[in-house]
């Protein structure tokens, strides 16, 4: 017997608006981390302008490593996590 491997993309599902309502619920979630991620660097551009050197260094480095953190997890649920379910 063939392997079909060449269609990773295929839903094995009864409902046909299942599919649909996946996708949908995929977009909104890589909507809602962008706007996450866009709404802190817009907070943080509008509050550096009031901090202190000590302040802005200090809140810059919690919002690097807050993006670094999400791009890990993201990484590490697409490759590890999501595969084995």
Do not use: R
Not at 15 to 39: G, K, M, P, R, W
Not at 70 to 80: H, K, L, R
């Amino acid at each position: 017997m063939k392997s079909n491997n060449d269609n990773l993309l295929y839903f094995l599902t009864t409902d046909i608006a299942e599919v649909f309502v996946t996708y949908l619920q995929l977009s909104y979630h890589v909507a809602n981390q962008i706007t996450i991620i866009f709404v802190a660097c817009q907070v943080f551009t509008f509050l550096s302008a009031g901090l202190h050197m000590f302040e802005h260094a200090y809140f810059k480095t919690i919002i690097v490593i807050a993006i670094i953190c999400w791009g890990i997890f993201i990484f590490a649920f697409n490759n590890f996590i999501f595969p084995a379910s």
